[in-house]
């Protein structure tokens, strides 16, 4: 009688490590799908930002005139070129911010840090 009840825990023990190793392994498959998932939303939102920074010039409220614009991308999205400024153009969607490169071009152009360079070829 109490070799079977030793027999039962036994197999109870034996019953429940199983089952815990499962419902590890089934975590850690849920953890790699998540961080998976998470992944492939950040691409997607940027990815979307790229999109979406091609036609936001073409929005009504912007300081200067669609057709003065020209996309640069990279570090900047753009500069306007009006008849009386230049405007030095970087778009922003959702909670996307600023680079530490950008910031610094932010802060060239308020420090007035901006020059002409004209180089004749001959």
Same mark, same amino acid.
């Given at each position: 009688?109490?070799?079977?009840?030793?027999?039962?825990?036994?197999?109870?023990?034996?019953?429940?490590?199983?089952?815990?190793?499962?419902?590890?392994?089934?975590?850690?498959?849920?953890?790699?799908?998540?961080?998976?998932?998470?992944?492939?939303?950040?691409?997607?939102?940027?990815?979307?930002?790229?999109?979406?920074?091609? $036609?936001?010039? =073409?929005?009504? %409220?912007?300081?200067?005139?669609?057709?003065?614009? *020209?996309? +640069?991308?990279?570090?900047?999205? @753009?500069?306007?070129?009006?008849?009386?400024?230049?405007? $030095?153009?970087? =778009?922003?969607? %959702?909670?996307?911010?600023?680079?530490?490169?950008? *910031?610094? +071009?932010?802060?060239?152009?308020? @420090?007035?840090?901006?020059?002409?360079?004209?180089?004749?070829?001959?």
């Amino acid at each position: 009688m109490v070799s079977h009840l030793i027999l039962g825990l036994v197999a109870l023990s034996v019953l429940l490590f199983v089952l815990l190793l499962i419902l590890l392994y089934q975590n850690l498959s849920l953890r790699r799908s998540l961080l998976s998932l998470g992944f492939s939303k950040r691409s997607l939102s940027t990815r979307y930002g790229l999109l979406t920074e091609q $036609f936001i010039p =073409f929005a009504r %409220n912007m300081p200067f005139s669609p057709s003065n614009f *020209r996309f +640069i991308g990279n570090p900047i999205d @753009g500069i306007a070129f009006e008849d009386d400024k230049i405007i $030095f153009c970087e =778009f922003k969607t %959702n909670k996307s911010r600023l680079s530490e490169k950008q *910031r610094r +071009i932010r802060a060239l152009v308020e @420090g007035k840090r901006v020059f002409w360079f004209e180089k004749k070829l001959e």
